[in-house]
């Protein structure tokens, strides 16, 4: 997901006082942030697992001279920091919470993306159940208040697992968007419900390789403006893991479109609990490459 290759360091623009802001924010923590998705990011400055590689360029955003936010833009903190970790220089000051980048809105709130662990998740289960709720009341989900109830049954589970994390999308204070997932068990049951055979080598799992996506979605109002790829891009950007993998409806056109052009293929089929409707199962390689693809 990430660009390759080692890019050639240009000219530092920055005056020596910037350049003093700048070693005392992000370039103090390098290669530990993720780096920025959407408008927010100068690519040829990420390396091959989404890390930033810590230089002032990479948080520049293409177009835009630093401090040149306006409107909430400016006032959230520019260039997607949240307002209290914005330098009000168009860069973040150094710690995690710089992990939320938006895209520059001149008339409306910028929507950002935080990276959080389980415990900051779990504290969100509300507005969470209520993006559930609209995404897939939807066809072809068509899923009710039960069906809710009984996915956050699970989520409570989910977000104590080793290696929980989840990719938030906030309209302001509003949660709009979810991405969450954490590592495949060395005995996990999710190939057992595959329906298609499929070689063992690609079922093998140690506890380490597979990161497993279990829930993606975006509140209908917010859809068709990047907040999904956006947090995709967050939530698997720089995993220790082999590959990732999800199951998705066949029949939600726009769901599959979007991961194949993220790069996902698909495995085979499954029936993932009892009475449920057939998923296609797909993976994306983080690492190395496969041709087990059906």
């Known amino acids: 997901m990430a660009c390759g290759g080692r890019a050639t360091r240009a000219r530092n623009p920055l005056s020596p006082v910037r350049r003093r802001q700048a070693r005392s924010g992000i370039q103090s923590k390098r290669g530990t942030l993720p780096?920025?998705?959407?408008?927010?990011?100068?690519?040829?400055?990420?390396?091959?697992?989404?890390?930033?590689?810590?230089?002032?360029?990479?948080?520049?955003?293409?177009?835009?001279?630093?401090?040149?936010?306006?409107?909430?833009?400016?006032?959230?903190?520019?260039?997607?920091?949240?307002?209290?970790?914005?330098?009000?220089?168009?860069?973040?000051?150094?710690?995690?919470?710089?992990?939320?980048?938006?895209?520059?809105?001149?008339?409306?709130?910028?929507?950002?993306?935080?990276?959080?662990?389980?415990?900051?998740?779990?504290?969100l289960e509300g507005q969470l159940k209520e993006?559930?709720?609209?995404?897939?009341?939807?066809?072809?989900?068509?899923?009710?208040?039960?069906?809710?109830?009984?996915?956050?049954?699970?989520?409570?589970?989910?977000?104590?697992?080793?290696?929980?994390?989840?990719?938030?999308?906030?309209?302001?204070?509003?949660?709009?968007?979810?991405?969450?997932?954490?590592?495949?068990?060395?005995?996990?049951?999710?190939?057992?419900?595959?329906?298609?055979?499929?070689?063992?080598?690609?079922?093998?799992?140690?506890?380490?390789?597979?990161?497993?996506?279990f829930e993606l979605a975006v509140r209908p109002a917010w859809r068709r403006q990047g907040v999904a790829t956006r947090m995709q891009r967050v939530l698997i950007g720089g995993l220790d893991n082999a590959r990732v993998m999800l199951n998705s409806r066949p029949e939600a056109t726009a769901a599959q479109a979007s991961y194949r052009v993220w790069g996902y293929r698909r495995v085979g089929s499954a029936i993932p609990w009892d009475g449920a409707a057939r998923h296609d199962v797909m993976i994306l390689d983080l690492v190395g490459t496969s041709s087990d693809t059906r």
């Not at 697992?49 to 948080?59: I, N, P, T």
């Not at 860069?91 to 008339?107: I, K, M, N, P, V």
């Open 131 to 213: 993006v559930f709720a609209e995404a897939f009341a939807e066809p072809p989900y068509d899923e009710g208040p039960a069906d809710v109830e009984r996915a956050f049954r699970r989520f409570r589970s989910q977000v104590r697992r080793r290696g929980f994390r989840a990719a938030v999308a906030f309209d302001g204070d509003a949660v709009v968007g979810m991405a969450y997932g954490y590592p495949l068990s060395a005995n996990t049951r999710w190939w057992d419900t595959l329906t298609d055979p499929v070689p063992d080598d690609l079922k093998h799992e140690d506890g380490n390789r597979t990161f497993g996506l």
């Open 35 to 123: 780096g920025a998705v959407g408008g927010g990011i100068d690519e040829r400055w990420r390396d091959r697992r989404g890390l930033c590689r810590g230089s002032v360029k990479c948080h520049r955003i293409p177009g835009d001279d630093f401090g040149q936010a306006r409107g909430p833009a400016a006032q959230r903190g520019v260039f997607g920091c949240p307002g209290e970790y914005g330098s009000g220089k168009g860069l973040c000051r150094g710690t995690s919470r710089a992990w939320s980048f938006g895209t520059e809105a001149e008339d409306s709130v910028t929507v950002t993306i935080r990276l959080l662990d389980g415990e900051q998740t779990t504290r």
